[in-house]
Every structure is written in structure tokens, then in C-alpha cells.
């Protein structure tokens, strides 16, 4: 009787191990499939065969997993078309909305300077999530930037043609050529123009036309002066030896298209008035243009204009660098936008406040 009773304990001891061994397994193979890493989302990008339209920004695609980019306002109201960012830059497209109910869903919130700039207190009061990107977005000068201090501890990324900026957007670039190509000057049978919209007679930029026009004859085109439609300027400036390039306002970098379109797609030599020489030579060759600042006065520069456009040899130097580098001017707001969502893609997140914007920019 011992012995039965003894092998009837064991057996049940025996039981009772393997039912623990039992309910242990289900217990861990159900924490596992909690726990195991979820498969990863398809980030691939698949172009559409239509450009997106602007208007059409209630839902983003669900085929895809996309960054999303709220533009908070249109860029002085100008609509545009959104483009797919890929064909640029070979990373995945965004989804760009400028419906606002996505203010509290979207990955980054591109806000342009002058449309936000008197409306600082309805943007501290939108909650931003932590892991949302503000970024400040402007290409105009400090000089026509109004109310700079309003823009502090507000954003976390900058967007300006500042090169020291978060998102560099210049209004042009050089592209280095695979391989050497002759640049054929267009045929040259005027000396100076100019074209300018903003005519501001105390201006720095109109006193030194003053004076200049004093030695050399400048033809000037836009608002109040001659004549010329938006298709007609480069055929009609490719026809001078030389383009006054002149900025509205003297900073770091600004450097816009009155350069990188009017004169150097053109096909002329720019006469630049701006930031220093040695700015300019970060975005340019030192032989592809000609500053004010090389000369003691408007006279000397006349004297030089008119020396260069005599001596062909000396003035097609000014194009030798056309040879390897292709001038492209940024053609708008839709390739200026895409440099955020390259970024936003390529660089690694870390969180900031801007403390001290308006110290900066200035």
C-alpha cells in the first residue's frame, strides 16, 4: 500500500509539473508576440503621373508613408503647384498641405516671414507637439523683413538664402558640367541695362545709377521706365555687353536674381552692387563679375565698361568659367519648399528653440 500511495503521489507531482510547464509556454509565446518589433512601414515613393495640385490637400495618400509639411500660408498669396520633391532629390516625396486642421498632425509647419510676421501672438498660442519642426521661412533682406524680434523662441529650424542657415535656399547655384562645353556669348550691341521695380530715389543702388549714368549710357527697364514684358527680358538683356545687378538693401548673402536670372541666364557680364566682393565669391568665380567696390568711383567703373567692351578678347574671359559651371536660378516656391522636406529626410531630429532669431538674420 506504501509503495501504490508513493507512486500515486509521484504521478501527481509529475502532473503538476508539466501543466506549470504548460501554462508558462502560453504565457511567454503571448508576451513575445506582444513585444516583437512590428514590420517596418513602406517609406518607398511611387510618382504620380500628374503634378498634385495645391487645392487638393484633405488626405494624404495611403498607399505610401509620407512626411507631412503644412505651408501655414501661401508666400505673399501666390499659389503654386506642389511637385513631387524626388524627381530633385532622389529622396521620398512629402505630402505638402496648406489646410491648417493639420496643424497638430503634421511632421513640420513651414511659416513664411512676411505672412506671419504682425501675427506672433496667434502662433505662441498653437500648441506645438515636441516632435514638430517650425520652420522660419524668408528670402527677403533684413531691411525688408519688419518686426524681426517677434520671431524668437518660436521656431526650430531656419529656411533663408543665408548660407548659415538650417535649410539653405539660395535664389541660384552653379552645376558643375560632366565634361567641358563651349559657351557661345550671345551678340552684343548695347553697352548698359538695368531693370528695377522698386525705384527708391534715396536708395543706395539709385544714387550710384545716378552717378554712373553721368559716364555711360544705362537703358533702364520696369515700373515708370521702359518698357518690357516678363518673356521679352532675357532676349532683350542678352543684347548688352553688361547688367547692373544691383540689390535693394546691402547684407550677407542676399544675393538675388537680379544676378542669377537677369545677368548671368542671360548670357551678360553683372555689375554688382551688394554685399563685398568676397561674398560674392563663395556663390561665383572672382573672373565671372564685376563689383562696384573694385573702383574708387562711378567714372572709373564708366572708364572700364567702356575699355572691356572695346577689347573682345578681355571680355570673353569674363565667360571662360561657362566652360565647366551652368548658372540655374531657382525657378519658385514649389523647388524652395521641396529643400525642406530633403531635409527633414536627410538630417538627423534633434529639438531647439531659435532663441535669438532677429540677432541672427540681422
Known amino acids: 500500500m506504501e509503495l501504490m500511495e508513493g507512486k500515486k503521489i509521484s504521478w501527481k507531482k509529475l502532473l503538476t509539473f508539466f501543466l506549470f510547464i504548460?501554462?508558462?509556454?502560453?504565457?511567454?509565446?503571448?508576451?513575445?508576440r506582444q513585444f516583437r518589433t512590428p514590420k517596418p512601414e513602406d517609406h518607398s515613393s511611387h510618382l504620380s503621373t500628374q503634378m498634385p495640385l495645391a487645392e487638393n490637400t484633405s488626405t494624404p495618400p495611403k498607399s505610401e508613408h509620407r512626411l507631412t509639411i503644412l505651408l501655414w500660408s501661401w508666400p505673399f498669396g501666390q499659389h503654386?503647384?506642389?511637385i513631387n520633391c524626388s524627381e530633385l532629390y532622389?529622396?521620398?516625396?512629402?505630402?505638402?498641405?496648406?489646410?491648417?486642421?493639420?496643424?497638430q498632425k503634421a511632421d513640420a509647419v513651414i511659416m513664411h516671414h512676411r505672412d506671419v510676421c504682425w501675427d506672433t501672438r496667434r502662433l505662441a498660442q498653437i500648441p506645438r507637439l515636441p516632435s514638430q519642426r517650425w520652420i522660419w521661412f524668408n528670402l527677403e533682406s533684413p531691411s525688408n523683413s519688419p518686426n524681426?524680434?517677434?520671431?524668437?523662441?518660436?521656431?526650430?529650424?531656419?529656411?533663408?538664402?543665408?548660407?548659415?542657415?538650417?535649410?539653405?535656399?539660395?535664389?541660384?547655384?552653379?552645376?558643375?558640367?560632366?565634361?567641358?562645353?563651349?559657351?557661345?556669348?550671345?551678340?552684343?550691341?548695347?553697352?548698359?541695362?538695368w531693370v528695377v521695380s522698386n525705384w527708391q530715389e534715396g536708395s543706395h543702388r539709385v544714387k550710384y545709377y545716378q552717378e554712373l549714368k553721368k559716364y555711360i549710357t544705362v537703358d533702364v527697364y520696369g515700373q515708370h521706365h521702359l518698357p518690357l514684358p516678363g518673356n521679352k527680358l532675357l532676349p532683350t538683356v542678352s543684347q548688352y555687353n553688361f547688367y547692373l545687378a544691383f540689390e535693394n538693401s546691402q547684407h550677407e548673402d542676399?544675393?538675388?536674381?537680379?544676378?542669377?536670372?537677369?545677368?548671368?541666364?542671360?548670357?551678360?557680364?553683372?555689375?554688382?552692387?551688394g554685399p563685398p566682393r568676397k561674398n560674392y565669391e563663395h556663390?561665383?568665380?572672382?573672373?565671372?563679375?564685376?563689383?562696384?567696390?573694385?573702383?574708387?568711383?562711378?567714372?572709373?567703373l564708366a572708364r572700364y565698361l567702356w575699355e572691356l567692351s572695346r577689347d573682345t578678347e578681355r571680355y570673353q574671359r569674363y565667360f571662360q568659367w561657362r566652360k565647366w559651371l551652368k548658372p540655374v536660378a531657382v525657378p519658385g516656391w514649389a523647388q524652395q519648399v521641396c529643400r525642406?522636406?530633403?531635409?527633414?529626410?536627410?538630417?538627423?531630429?534633434?529639438?531647439?528653440?531659435?532663441?535669438?532669431?532677429?540677432?541672427?538674420f540681422v
Not at 537677369?262 to 557680364?269: I, P
Open 283 to 300: 556663390f561665383l568665380p572672382p573672373d565671372s563679375f564685376i563689383h562696384v567696390n573694385d573702383f574708387p568711383s562711378a567714372s572709373d
Open 22 to 32: 504548460f501554462i508558462f509556454s502560453s504565457c511567454l509565446f503571448v508576451s513575445l
Open 254 to 273: 542676399y544675393i538675388t536674381e537680379k544676378l542669377w536670372r537677369n545677368a548671368l541666364s542671360s548670357g551678360t557680364v553683372p555689375v554688382v552692387l
Open 340 to 360: 525642406a522636406c530633403h531635409f527633414l529626410q536627410t538630417t538627423e531630429t534633434r529639438y531647439r528653440v531659435v532663441p535669438d532669431l532677429s540677432e541672427w
Open 80 to 82: 503654386f503647384n506642389f
Open 90 to 103: 532622389g529622396t521620398p516625396d512629402c505630402y505638402f498641405t496648406v489646410n491648417r486642421s493639420w496643424s
Open 148 to 193: 524681426l524680434g517677434a520671431m524668437d523662441n518660436l521656431f526650430n529650424l531656419t529656411m533663408s538664402y543665408r548660407r548659415d542657415s538650417d535649410i539653405f535656399s539660395p535664389y541660384g547655384d552653379l552645376q558643375l558640367l560632366r565634361q567641358p562645353q563651349p559657351f557661345n556669348i550671345p551678340s552684343k550691341t548695347k553697352m548698359v541695362a
